[in-house]
């Protein structure tokens, strides 16, 4: 089936056959690997895009269902230099092996868009679909605090500091 | 030799991050030659079966397909079967083991078919289309079904279903135990559990039957011994073999053996005259790659009415799989040789059994064993404590090891301040107010407790002689060499493979300070056989930072002496009188006398007439191979504040708190990322992770949906705070820090769990501690 997408801006047509995940679609068709498949069931969340603005696990939705749709991997989160929050994980290592970090990021990402200052109780339930098995979540969940609180204070620069112990 | 100030030590941001942050990154999968073909496996739905029949033709017939191999014709292609590389005793049984299954399956998963197609799907399909008729045999899939006398036994020419056994043994244990005035038992039950990295395991193999050269790129921890092991069951010069690491999701031990897999891509690469990716997919990961942990230990401890305990014994068994992984019974040796952990415990003897079960093979994953010694010692000692009315961090300390070296059952612990460490801990426990926050819990009716661990660890396993005496068939040194080049800038050249852990920034830090440089002057390079220095083993054992840390540091520090006698050279001074600062050289006291070491670089390999001494060598490099006298003992104290609801068994963990000590830290950030995600894993195995298996055998846990990895809505937010004793053997005083994290939090756990429920008198003597478990344990204690 023919099916067109904007994705990171770009808009492609592409033939893929229906059985074909939108996952799947996005890195061996358009070669945008940065979409992690860890576990193909919907369990991991590391395959997660912005499908029209929203969280999507791209190993669950079909290509053809995305057809039409605007789509944003990791790839267009920044072109040369990193967005505040991925500034943020960097400063805070809010990564490990980096695989699950696409998929933390897109959540993470329509978090702060939708509610620019959640709690520390939000920021992980918002993640908790999310698994890492590097991190132990601590620093991802510091690592959007901080870009939430960045947003705040655009001049926010305040060095990393060592956990509450 | 200790370093203190400067870029070791430093909190820097890993040179790592921008690639994995921006989708820049290359994992196995991402890797695509050109005519590339993909791979799927046949695997047995039964968990015991003689193959009768096995018919590829259709499969081999169907359009896209390149490619169909069976057990038997892997079997023809190779000079041996997997290779074993830990023997904990001579000439003791061995499982023979071909990368597919010849004529029985023996395990849920057990490949025995494999199709290289022009994708995943194709072959997928082709797979529906192989007939295989089997004879179902009976399973064990329990240590006593195992063991029972009329059991089934896996390998018809072994006299029952032990696969070895081995002791651990030091002192006058009959003595200690006849002189005893307090002896107490115990029997522990750990389930199967594994690494479970989020990316699974795969290879990409391109053979060349013109020069019969294997290229594989491999998401591996040990490239060096997948090359060698690659070039024993193919029957190649090493040279012949070339292993490729690209970025790696993750570990944690189970991406270190040889994989029959690896070699299955290999053999279809040669079949079909194509490169061949296999990656496993998520569920077939779950009987594929090893599993770990799954041990009984029954103990008996003896001691004094003081607390003073004075001698250990009993068993531990290791419930194996059908076959070996590449390291064998090796994970559960180490169980009983680290069981005295931090406590000087004058007489021991444990026996070690493993016994092989109708399972995946048993093989590495982060703690090695440990987490179970961990397990038993702190049980141990809390049980003395309350067994006779004392203070359980009283019987602590009068055990703790205090004076070093000391020679354990097994190792020499090389230095250690455990009292230190344990006052850390509970410091922090105090200003985090646990008391009082139980306290109130408790007067509201809700059940909280706090729950301690102390462990030590064997990290930096790497003198070859010392692995090597414990059976294994390999070296453990690390190989570097550290560049400057003709712009001065550094390049590290290691063995040891980058996986997630910030290997790369680590080594970059240690070079960067050993030649006064800026940290972004330094590239570090590896996972690549071709080109990379060796290394013994592998990335495993809390070995990189230390040892390849300490390869890094001599190294830098020769070629910082080279750079400094080209200079005084330049200056016509004496090195001594010279200093470099953020990669200037200058004479000390003497400003505008310097040269940079852009300006250097340029002498040693482009223009050396006039700059470059006559007696010195062009190029600036270095290079070192290290192999540690000893292993380096890193310590710390793990205390978890939890509440149990008593309506439904769950745990909820409120409070974890960390003391660790793991030497000179090279980048605390890192040291506690890695306390923080073994923490998360320990979190995993206490409270929800186990591979289930049914009373037939049948492998019930295949997905994320029923193998139940902790999420950020059940792991708490951590506080840790380090020490720092150096390994005084050890250039640069680094000790492992990678598997810390994991291995006292199952007792911790435990403990808390057994304090909120001091009413119910509740024992944890397994893992994991599900719900369950946990309210028929609080009714039974209800009724008493």
């Known amino acids: ?165 | 030799m200790t370093v203190a100030g400067g870029v070791i030590g430093a909190r820097v941001s890993r040179a790592e991050d921008v690639r994995l942050l921006t989708g820049r990154a290359v994992f196995i999968d991402d890797l695509r030659p050109p005519g590339v073909l993909e791979a799927a496996i046949l695997r047995s739905p039964h968990p015991h079966a003689r193959i009768v029949r096995l018919d590829t033709t259709a499969a081999a017939a169907h359009p896209g397909v390149f490619a169909v191999v069976t057990g038997a014709d892997v079997k023809s292609l190779v000079r041996r079967p997997q290779p074993l590389i830990w023997r904990l005793a001579p000439g003791g049984p061995e499982t023979v083991a071909y990368p597919l299954a010849v004529d029985k399956v023996l395990y849920t998963g057990h490949g025995l078919a494999a199709v290289a197609a022009v994708d995943r799907a194709t072959a997928e399909d082709a797979l529906e289309l192989i007939d295989v008729e089997y004879e179902p045999l009976p399973a064990v899939t329990t240590l006593e079904q195992a063991l029972a006398p009329d059991a089934p036994r896996l390998h018809e020419d072994w006299p029952d279903n032990v696969a070895g056994r081995a002791v651990v043994a030091q002192g006058d244990v009959e003595a200690a135990f006849a002189g005893a005035d307090v002896v107490l038992r115990e029997t522990f039950r750990f389930a199967r559990q594994w690494g479970a990295s989020l990316e699974t395991r795969g290879v990409v193999a391109t053979w060349d039957p013109f020069t019969s050269h294997l290229d594989a790129w491999v998401n591996t921890q040990s490239p060096h011994l997948i090359r060698e092991l690659f070039a024993e069951v193919l029957g190649l010069s090493v040279d012949k073999v070339r292993v490729r690491v690209p970025d790696i999701g993750g570990g944690f031990g189970s991406k270190s053996g040889f994989y029959g897999d690896q070699v299955v891509a290999a053999v279809l690469s040669r079949v079909s005259g194509r490169p061949v990716k296999f990656l496993e997919d998520r569920r077939e990961s779950f009987v594929a790659t090893v599993h770990a942990r799954e041990q009984r230990i029954d103990v008996e401890v003896a001691a004094r009415t003081d607390g003073t305990i004075t001698g250990l014994r009993g068993t531990v068994h290791g419930v194996l799989g059908a076959n070996f992984s590449t390291v064998g019974l090796s994970p559960c040796w180490t169980t009983a040789a680290i069981m005295t952990g931090p406590y000087a415990i004058p007489a021991v003897e444990l026996d070690v059994v493993g016994v092989v079960t109708n399972k995946p093979p048993y093989g590495a994953y982060r703690g090695y064993g440990l987490p179970k010694a961990n397990f038993v010692h702190e049980h141990v000692v809390e049980a003395l404590a309350r067994h006779l009315g004392l203070d359980p961090h009283e019987v602590r300390r009068r055990n703790f090891v205090t004076e070093f070296p000391y020679q354990s059952p097994v190792f020499v612990y090389d230095s250690g301040r455990y009292a230190e460490c344990l006052d850390l801990c509970r410091d922090a426990v105090r200003r985090a107010g646990w008391a009082d926050r139980v306290a109130r819990a408790r007067a509201e009716g809700a059940h909280m407790g706090i729950g301690y661990a102390f462990h030590n660890e064997v990290s930096a396993f790497a003198p070859s002689r010392i692995v090597n005496m414990s059976g294994l068939d390999h070296s453990g040194f690390d190989e570097a060499a550290v560049r400057i080049d003709s712009s001065g800038r550094v390049t590290v050249h290691t063995g040891q493979t980058s996986m997630g852990q910030g290997i790369h920034t680590a080594l970059a830090q240690v070079a960067a300070h050993a030649l006064d440089v800026p940290l972004d002057h330094v590239t570090v390079v590896s996972g690549d056989t071709d080109s990379a220095p060796y290394t013994g083993y592998g990335t495993a054992a809390s070995r990189a930072a230390a040892v390849g840390g300490a390869a890094v540091l001599n190294a830098a520090t020769r070629l910082r002496a080279k750079v400094l006698r080209i200079a005084a050279h330049v200056f016509e001074a004496s090195p001594d009188d010279l200093e470099i600062s953020d990669g200037v050289v200058s004479v000390k006291g003497v400003p505008g006398r310097s040269v940079t070491l852009a300006a250097i670089g340029d002498a040693a390999y482009r223009r050396p007439h006039g700059v470059l001494p006559d007696d010195e060598e062009p190029t600036l490099h270095e290079r070192e191979v290290y192999d540690p006298v000893n292993v380096a003992t890193a310590f710390g104290c793990t205390a978890v504040l939890a509440s149990v609801d008593v309506e439904t068994g769950a745990v909820e963990l409120l409070g974890y708190l960390i003391a660790h000590d793991c030497g000179t830290m090279i980048n605390p950030m890192i040291v506690e990322g890695q306390l923080q995600g073994g923490a998360a894993q320990a979190i995993g195995g206490a409270l929800y992770e186990r591979l289930a298996y049914d009373a037939s055998g049948e492998a019930l846990t295949r997905s994320f949906a029923e193998y139940l990895l902790p999420t950020a809505g059940v792991v708490p937010p951590f506080g840790i705070n380090h020490m720092e004793t150096p390994a005084d053997h050890i250039p640069g005083g680094f000790k492992g820090a990678g598997e810390a994290g994991v291995i006292g939090g199952g007792a911790a756990i435990a403990h808390a769990v057994e304090d909120a429920l001091a009413e119910f008198g509740v024992r944890i003597t397994s893992l994991p501690i599900t719900p369950p478990d946990l309210l028929a344990a609080i009714r039974a204690g209800a009724e008493r």
């Open chain 1, 1 to 165: 089936m023919k099916i067109t997408v904007t994705v990171n801006g770009q808009t492609s047509t592409a033939d893929c056959e229906p059985r074909r995940t939108l996952a799947d679609f996005l890195r061996h068709d358009l070669g945008l690997t940065g979409v992690h498949v860890g576990c193909e069931h919907g369990a991991c969340g590391s395959c997660t895009v912005l499908l029209d603005g929203a969280t999507a696990r791209s190993c669950c939705v079909l290509a053809v269902q995305a057809d039409g749709s605007e789509i944003t991997t990791v790839e267009g989160l920044a072109t040369t230099s990193l967005s505040p929050l991925q500034e943020s994980f960097r400063r805070h290592h809010a990564l490990q092996c980096g695989f699950c970090t696409p998929g933390m990021l897109a959540v993470a990402t329509e978090l702060l868009r939708d509610n620019p200052s959640p709690t520390e109780a939000e920021i992980r339930t918002a993640i908790s679909g999310n698994l890492c098995r590097c991190t132990g979540y601590h620093n991802i969940v510091t690592a959007i605090a901080a870009a939430r609180d960045q947003g705040d204070s655009p001049n926010a620069d305040t060095p990393p500091q060592p956990p509450e112990a």
